[in-house]
Every structure is written in C-alpha cells, then in structure tokens.
C-alpha cells in the first residue's frame, strides 16, 4: 500500500512505545504536532485538539510536586511512603513518587528531578528533590 497517511502496521501503541523508550533509559513525553501541546500520560489523540500527530519528545525532567500525600504502611513492609503529582516542566502531570527524602517532608512546589527507577522488571519513574531536599 503506498498511502502515506496509514502508519505502519506494526506500529507499536503509544504506551508500548513510552515504556520501550523508559527501558531503553529515556523518558519520553509526547508533543502533538497539530497544537503544541505536550502530552501526558501517552495516548492515542490529543487530549486538546484530537489530532493524532502525537510525537515522542526527551522530556527534561525537571518538575514541581503539585499535590502530595503520604501513604501509609507497616515498617516491615517497607513504611510509609510518598505518592505525589508532579507538574513536568513541559506542562503536563503524572502521578508518581517523591524518594531519596522522608515522605512526610515533601512538599508541594518542590523541585524535583526524575529519575528511572526499576521494580517487577518493569521500568517506571520517580522523582528526586532537587535541592538535596529540606535537610542537608
Ligand atoms: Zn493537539
């Protein structure tokens, strides 16, 4: 078939495509090429036109902590731990997690860098604070 619009037919869906990327240690946001929007968590249309001409782009990393909560667990379980939504430089939100900082000390507009981290053999990311935290 030689129609340039239809993609290619093992063209892997959107979220395939962002935890290949994850695995391969990039962590990738989508830009739709129709609006600009940059686009989070990785779907098929944009979430503020519809157009499908979602991109992948090398997201910077940096973020703020945009609402936190601290989750609670028993110490031999692993203790309490942090979930939080970090706001991306790039525009859009993800749910996710403060580590490296008690969980209770995050807080929101912190300035937090994401990091790959790795659990069950699936890639995932996380977040650091960037200024070494409250403390140090
Ligand atoms: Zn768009």
Do not use: W
Not at 30 to 59: I, K, S
Not at 82 to 95: S, Y
Not at 102 to 126: L, Q, S
């Amino acid at each position: 078939m030689s129609d340039p619009t239809a993609p290619p037919a093992a063209s892997l869906g959107p979220d395939a495509v962002y935890r290949e990327k994850l695995a391969a240690g990039e962590f990738c946001i989508q830009h739709c090429g129709t609006c600009g929007t940059n686009v989070f968590y990785p779907r098929q249309c944009c979430p503020d036109c519809g157009g499908g001409e979602l991109g992948c782009v090398a997201a910077s990393g940096d973020g703020i902590v945009y609402s936190t909560t601290v989750v609670r667990r028993k110490p031999e379980r692993g203790g309490d731990y942090n979930v939080a939504v970090i706001q991306l430089a790039e525009g859009p939100r993800l749910m996710s997690r403060v580590e490296n900082i008690d969980p209770h000390a995050v807080a929101i507009d912190m300035k937090v860098r994401a990091r790959i981290a790795e659990g069950d053999g699936e890639p995932y990311v996380v977040f650091d604070p960037l200024d070494g935290g409250d403390a140090t």
